[in-house]
């Protein structure tokens, strides 16, 4: 019986030996599993929200100093900055007040007295909440609100 029992306690001592690898290697697995079904795919499109440096740089005005649609349009671009600064402006601000994108329109009161502008967003933020990518904001933006430049006279 004194061999049986040393037999037990051996087989206990190799097992608790063995309970931190195997430990260590299951969380491993699962980390890894975690990982990789979260992870995005390398060649696919950005997903919203967007991040990254943003071209305007100016903070946006705070919305409380507007009512209504407008008020609305400023709380929206303070709230998704990297979706509108990858727009467009199709008033054509950037010829004529040097705006560098859509954002640029919400740091001052350009934003607050152009429809254009307040529409651009407003179409933005529904695509937006709908989970659309980046690159299919801009495309559906470009389709909805293009329109030729105005012409300057000389």
Known sequence: MGKKSNKN???KKNLNKLALP????????????VFFATKQGGNGTPVAPATGILIETRPVLSSALFTGKVAQAYRIAAE???VLDSQ???CYCKQEKKHKTLLTCFTNKHGSKCETCINEVLYAYKM???GLTL???VIAIDKKFYRPPPHRSL
């Open 9 to 11: 306690k051996v087989s």
């Open 22 to 33: 195997l430990f260590s290697v299951a969380i491993l697995v699962i980390l890894t599993g």
């Open 80 to 82: 998704i900055p990297k």
């Open 88 to 90: 467009f402006c199709y």
């Open 128 to 130: 937006y909440k709908q």
């Open 135 to 137: 690159d299919e904001i």
